[in-house]
């Protein structure tokens, strides 16, 4: 078979693995070929599966792809796969091995990448099965299964949902979302049902739809009780069922069970290029499922018009929204199921409205011909991948799941950098357990603690090119030391001044930053320090700073080269501007988020609430983190006059402070002295009015009305109570503060540090990566 093969002229050759193909099909075989028929101009494809059945040839053509087939039973694929691979690769000298799912076909990879470890490895997600189920099968060949994930150089995944999976059992390598894309051309024989069909207006014959695998995943179960319960509606149901699957005999007996025999159509099996023709006879389309990878007869339904009710669960909220593009029910209930499709029934409104943003949200971001694009960078990605000269070492102080500002910067920025092609490995201080970064705990004491630090770099360095650390001493000085035993490049970003914050945080000297610095204190503190934090940033290649006002210390003070020093803002989250709670001005909530640590001026806050509670008499002061001056805040705020209106909230999550952010009437930022506070950005993006204290590098971005001086409590009193004592001053401020976007995004941020390392991005970034999601 193998003998006879002559090499074509050279181009990229990629080999896949894949369990299954053509014409045994599911959704994954489906996207193969989507995607190889699109980019056969560019590669040669070879694809190795298992011959389901004798009548299948051992070796043709399909579209853009050479099959080979191999005998035998799915237990044995892997190995036999490995051998033909390689029998195949000496002829044809491969440059990307691709493998279809972690299950036979990625075994097959592994041991083809164990052996080739210099062939870039593609993994591909595509598992729609609950992840418990998932573990159950892979069963006592746990280990090797997790090395499929350890070892990929690149996974493409379906779902932000297969993403976060892939990274749970040990991917440390790029992990790009990419869906799986609709052939739209099938689907232009239909338009939006309310529009066009008559059928659905006056005729009071109703039918639903499911294109489904009938296995007990996809809940189909749960749909014929619904259709059950709607039985007695006005209108008559009738759901039409497209597949087959082992559950098949099952579903039917329930049908008769539940006396509906004559409202359920079982159609079997279907070729693909028929199911556009089913979906043009129904209104609507259900698949209540209970694990799904993304659910691609969602997206099918959708281009052909077809309002979709699914369950929130696995890669299904990626584009279903509840309300805008689908209709959520709940898992496992088939009274909640029948609520939806009977809500659809009779709002004609809520129908259309569903049906036509639906189909925009395919035709804009799931089509074929996108993906194969998004695929085709990320072919040419991976090859850059397994040159370790591009991997990046971040050395950070905190990591994810640890909660704060510092921690979601390192994580985005990790995200984007693999998204982009580069390996990174990551190394933080952290008790919590993770397979994605090495922690150091910070329960071993000082000095042991920072020597185990630098271990974990020097062993995390030995293949990267690039050391990033996130701050100069912690972080920096062991991630420096092993930049210039191993001679890597050495990057590092400052977004503090650790020497001053740790005066203020004693109580030695309440002033701003400037001050400190101008009178030289710095010099009579910590003089050993200082000069630690001088060698690390003038040993770095480029040092990053969130603000001016930084970067103008390093120069005058620690005499660092000016074209050394790279400013890159924070990002302000490009979101819709969402004021939240309209009644925030007659709750009068003034919030802060942060740190409780003496610098961040919370003292202060609390005196000026307690004066500005007393001249309106109403307001509210929320106070959410942790820090070491949280006693002492709690004990100010018990004995003042407000003390009843002063909350303090423990640490949480992004998504929870967003909530919080939008139920507030103003956002404070009190600091003695500050950067670019992640906190006001993200109250600024929710539209929400922010006061900010001068000594801020935001503060020259913002209208007088929002600054005040950090140490002249009346000049905040005054502007507190102007904004929540005065509704028409309220509401001039909103109309300012929305107006104000400093057009920043993580992509922005991402590209900014791409040209500190002199890389270039990705050509398809501003199309495809442009999120804050990565």
């Known amino acids: 078979m193998i003998g006879n093969i002559m090499d074509s002229e050279y181009r990229s050759r990629v080999l896949i693995f894949s369990l299954a193909y053509f014409p045994v099909v599911g959704g994954a075989e489906i996207a193969v070929k989507e995607i190889t028929d699109r980019l056969g101009d560019s590669f040669d494809f070879d694809l190795v599966t298992l011959q389901f059945n004798k009548s299948h040839l051992v070796q043709e053509v399909i579209g853009s792809v050479n099959v080979y087939r191999i005998g035998g039973s799915k237990a044995f694929f892997p190995i036999k796969a490995f051998f033909l691979a390689n029998r195949l690769h000496r002829l044809k000298s491969y440059r990307i091995s691709w493998s279809i799912m972690a299950a036979y076909a990625g075994f097959a990879a592994l041991f083809f990448k164990l052996l080739n470890p210099k062939i870039p490895f593609l993994l591909t997600l595509q598992e729609g099965d609950s992840e418990k189920h998932i573990l159950n099968r892979v069963g006592v060949f746990y280990p090797l299964w997790r090395l499929i994930f350890k070892k990929s150089d690149y996974i493409q995944v379906i779902s932000q949902y297969l993403a976060d999976f892939a990274r749970r059992y040990g991917a440390t390598c790029p992990v790009e979302v990419v869906p799986n894309g609709v052939s739209l051309e099938k689907f232009k024989i239909r338009s939006t049902k309310s529009e066009t069909n008559s059928n659905y207006k006056n005729s009071n014959v109703k039918t639903i739809i499911t294109t489904s695998r009938l296995v007990y995943k996809n809940g189909i179960d749960t749909l014929i009780r619904a259709v059950a319960l709607l039985k007695a509606k006005s209108y008559k149901l009738k759901a039409i069922i497209v597949g087959d699957g082992p559950d098949r005999s099952k579903l039917e007996q329930l049908a008769r069970d539940l006396g509906i025999v004559d409202r359920i159509k079982f159609i079997g099996h279907v070729n693909p290029d028929r199911i556009p023709e089913y979906l043009s006879t129904a209104d609507i389309f259900v698949r209540p499922s209970r694990s799904e990878g993304l659910g691609n007869s969602f997206l099918e339904a959708m281009a052909a018009g077809l309002p979709v009710v699914g369950t929130a669960v696995g890669g299904i909220p990626d584009f279903l929204t509840d309300g805008e593009t689908g209709l959520f029910s709940k898992v496992d209930d088939p009274e909640s199921l029948a609520d939806k499709i009977d809500l659809l029934f009779t709002n004609a409104e809520l129908y259309q409205g569903i049906s036509e943003n639906g189909k925009r949200l395919v035709y804009q971001k799931y089509s074929s011909d996108l993906v194969a694009s998004r695929m085709k960078d990320i072919f040419r990605k991976i090859t850059r991948v397994v040159k370790k000269e591009t991997d990046i070492l971040m050395a950070v102080g905190i990591y994810p799941p640890d909660i704060g500002g510092p ?361 495809v990566n442009r999120s804050e999601r990565f």
């Open 407 to 767: 921690a979601v910067h390192a994580k985005k920025l990790t995200l984007g950098f693999r998204q982009e092609g580069f390996g990174v490995k990551v190394v933080s201080y952290g008790d919590s357990a993770s397979d994605e970064v090495a922690k150091v705990s910070r329960k071993i004491p000082s000095g042991l603690r920072h020597m185990v630090y630098f271990i974990k770099c020097f062993k995390l360095a030995w293949h990267c090119g690039i050391i990033y650390a996130h701050d100069a001493t912690a972080a920096g000085l062991p991630a420096f030391i092993v930049a210039k035993i191993l001679g890597k490049r050495f990057f590092i970003r400052v977004g503090g001044d650790i020497l001053w914050e740790r005066v203020v945080e004693k109580g030695e000297r309440f002033i701003s930053m400037h001050e400190y610095y101008a009178r030289g204190l710095y010099l009579k503190d910590r003089p050993i320090m200082f000069q630690i934090i001088r060698l690390v940033l003038k040993g770095a290649n480029k040092v990053v700073v969130t603000a001016d006002m930084l970067k103008d210390i390093y120069i005058n003070y620690y005499g660092l080269n000016p074209d050394n020093i790279i400013v890159i803002l924070n990002p302000m989250p490009l979101r819709q501007v969402d004021i939240g709670n309209p009644n925030g001005f007659e709750a009068g909530i003034v919030l802060f988020a942060g740190r409780l640590v003496p610098y961040k001026n919370l003292t202060f806050l609390i005196n000026v609430f307690d004066k500005v509670r007393q001249r309106l008499n109403k307001g509210k002061l929320y106070l959410i983190g942790d820090g070491p001056d949280k006693k002492n805040l709690e004990s100010l705020a018990e004995n003042s006059f407000s003390a009843m209106n002063i909350n303090f909230f423990p640490p949480m999550s992004q998504s929870e402070l967003f909530e919080k952010i939008k139920e507030a009437a103003v956002c404070v930022g009190p600091a003695l002295t500050e950067f670019n506070p992640n906190f006001i950005l993200e109250s600024l993006s929710l539209g929400k009015p922010v006061l900010l204290s001068r000594e801020n590098g935001l503060s020259v971005k913002l209208p007088e009305e929002f600054v005040f001086y950090a140490t002249r409590e009346g000049d905040l009193e005054n502007k507190l109570v102007e904004l929540i004592g005065d509704e028409k001053s309220y509401e001039k401020a909103l109309k300012k503060i929305t107006g104000i976007n400093f057009r920043r995004d993580w992509a922005n941020v991402l590209e900014d540090h791409l040209a500190v390392f002199g890389m270039k991005k990705n050509e398809s970034f501003n199309v």
